[in-house]
């Protein structure tokens, strides 16, 4: 049974190890990862003796051809168990510029930064040369978001493999593809639903180590839950008319100017829940559907925006985004009114009216009328659609939301609408807002039920922070990053499932969410990591005394636990007042 101190070695041992491979999200170099972990696997003496016990799942028609890694250790009475995830997909090097040769060489990344602020041959802000001279900082790609997460789950689990007297389970995955679409986590889910029948397990609690911020140097945090996002996709279609006849139709380069007016950093539709609240939405892409020149006006214009949840359902959110389509669309006719008027007026013509109405609607609702107007036609150009876009998106030529946008031109070009319109739709990826506290607070108070058993468990990791290790933590319910705990808990109705599908093109085999199997196995989450800095930054770094002695010390309390031990009974490989 390891030390603190042998621990902590460890831990940076396999940190290193682990950060000098890169892998660059949605690259081929996530495979390398693969390596990596087959290593550790064949040099764990547990896994040696049990190879059953881990391995490389690939995700089903990944085009890149990546694997969840996952390694189980069972102790005595082994049927609960404890979940350990991080994702092991990084930032690319680029930002690095003449350094990017150390940037997955930490130590030696590290002692080079130091030197060139000692010396002033560098300008640091001041925090990063504060950082660098103290000596309690780690530099480099990976160290912080997420390998170094990562390397404590890999030596704690090596820990609890060696102890006799370990009760429960302890079950580790690595996953790809976080910082993209978390197609690791979403692909892990069937996993976990066959490890947990082929061995037996009853799942507790699943615990994620991505890093925090913080806004007091002194204070950590704990999250109870994670933030959800929506990509909405806003599509505008006018009418075409010669510039020199502008009245004869409609711009939507207006009509989308007067919607992202209404919606980009609009206060009113930021969430606010227990204290926390999202940031406003923005805007991440708009463009005019034109391929070429001419002096026409486009006939459509499409953009998505970035937005995220803590309560509200895709569904819901649509909603409020119709009504705000809906005013932007009223007021862009009335505009043209006004303008029409008064150039018939300047002209010496008599008033008329222009043709225009309010129109906004759903991709759903749009699939509904294309089925009905153009019924197998279609449904054949739809499903060759398909095909064609999945082949170009595992390519990588097209991009999920402009592939949504091509499935929306699609659906109302065989609708039979032919008036001026705006269609709402989402665009993958879609994380859903998860919170252990709000789960607990409606679920049915049950002997059995993990989240009234966990009651407590973001407490009572505070209070030990506070009394074994000297440090403060605030409980944060929701992590702002965004992470893969979003796929552990499904405890909204099938009705808000079904209604999600619908109002997503691509859903099917371009990008789906096991919804249902994730509902059977919706387990309770928290979120504790080491404290770093500016994430996907040349400056990114951890803080060594959370990698090597805080963190360990508190995902070992929070697997005692989660397994429902005695504080000292065999929950961990060491004592509390040891880290």
């Known amino acids: ?295 026409s006006l486009p006939l459509a214009v499409a953009g998505y925006l970035n937005v995220l949840t803590l309560e509200a359902s895709p569904q819901a959110y649509l909603e409020r985004l119709r009504g705000l389509c809906a005013e932007a669309f009223g007021a862009v006719i009335r505009q043209m009114e006004e303008s029409f008027r008064e150039y018939r007026r300047l002209a010496g013509l008599a008033p008329a009216r222009l043709p225009w109405r309010v129109d906004v609607r759903t991709y759903e609702e749009v699939e509904r009328e294309a089925d009905r107007h153009a019924g197998a036609a279609y449904a054949a150009a739809k499903a060759a659609r398909r095909a064609e876009l999945q082949a170009e998106i595992a390519a990588g030529s097209v991009s999920l939301a402009e592939a949504s946008v091509g499935l929306v031109e699609l659906a109302l070009k065989h609708s039979g609408i032919d008036t001026p319109v705006v269609v709402l739709a989402l665009s993958p990826p879609y994380y859903p807002s998860v919170s252990s506290r709000q789960v607990r607070s409606r679920r049915p108070s049950s002997g059995t039920d993990s989240f009234r058993s966990l009651a407590s468990l973001a407490e009572d990791l505070r209070r030990f922070a506070q009394a074994e290790l000297g440090q403060d933590y605030t409980l944060v319910e929701y992590f702002s990053g965004l992470s893969d705990l979003s796929y552990a808990i499904c405890d909204f109705e099938p009705s808000v499932m079904d209604a999600t599908r619908a109002v997503m093109p691509l859903w099917g085999e371009s990008y789906s969410i096991p919804f249902e199997q994730i509902r059977e196995l919706s387990v309770p989450v928290i979120n504790v990591g080491p404290w770093g800095k500016d994430f996907h930054k040349k400056t990114e770094r951890v803080y060594l005394p959370d990698l090597l002695q805080r963190t360990p010390a508190l995902v070992q309390e929070a697997i005692r636990l989660g397994l429902a031990q005695p504080a000292g009974d065999g929950a961990g490989p060491l004592e509390s007042g040891e880290a």
């Open 1 to 295: 049974m390891p030390d603190s101190q042998n621990l902590a070695r460890r831990i940076r041992s396999l940190l290193e190890a682990f950060v000098q491979v890169p892998s660059h999200t949605g690259t081929s170099l996530e495979t390398d990862v693969d390596g990596f972990y087959q290593a550790w696997f064949d040099g764990t003496p547990y896994f040696r003796k049990h190879p059953d016990h881990c391995g490389l799942h690939p995700l089903p028609g990944d085009p890149l051809g990546r694997s969840v890694a996952w390694a189980l250790v069972r102790g005595e009475e082994p049927t609960p168990t404890v979940i350990l995830i991080h994702h092991y997909d990084t930032a690319d090097v680029e930002d690095y510029g003449v350094l990017r040769a150390m940037a997955h060489d930490p130590a030696t990344l590290t002692d080079r930064l130091a030197a060139l602020a000692a010396s002033g041959q560098a300008d640091f802000p001041p925090e990063v040369a504060a950082d660098l001279a103290s000596g309690d900082w780690l530099f480099g790609r990976g160290t912080c978001d997420m390998k170094g997460g990562g390397a404590i789950e890999l030596a704690l689990l090596e820990a609890y493999a060696d102890r006799e007297d370990f009760r429960g389970s302890l079950l580790v995955l690595g996953l790809p593809d976080e910082e993209n679409l978390s197609a690791g986590m979403r692909g892990a889910i069937p996993l976990l639903h066959r490890l947990k029948e082929r061995f037996g397990l009853d799942y507790r609690l699943m615990l994620n180590t991505e890093p925090h911020m913080r806004t007091e140097p002194a204070t950590g945090a704990i999250y109870e839950g994670s933030m959800g996002k929506i990509m909405p996709v806003v599509y505008a279609r006018g009418a075409a008319a010669h510039a020199g006849q502008v009245f004869n139709g409609l711009n939507p380069i207006l009509l989308m100017a007067e919607i992202v007016k209404r919606t980009e950093l609009n206060p009113a539709l930021m969430e606010v829940s227990g204290g926390e609240a999202t940031l406003p939405p923005t805007w991440l892409y708009l463009k005019d559907r034109k391929d070429y020149y001419d002096v």
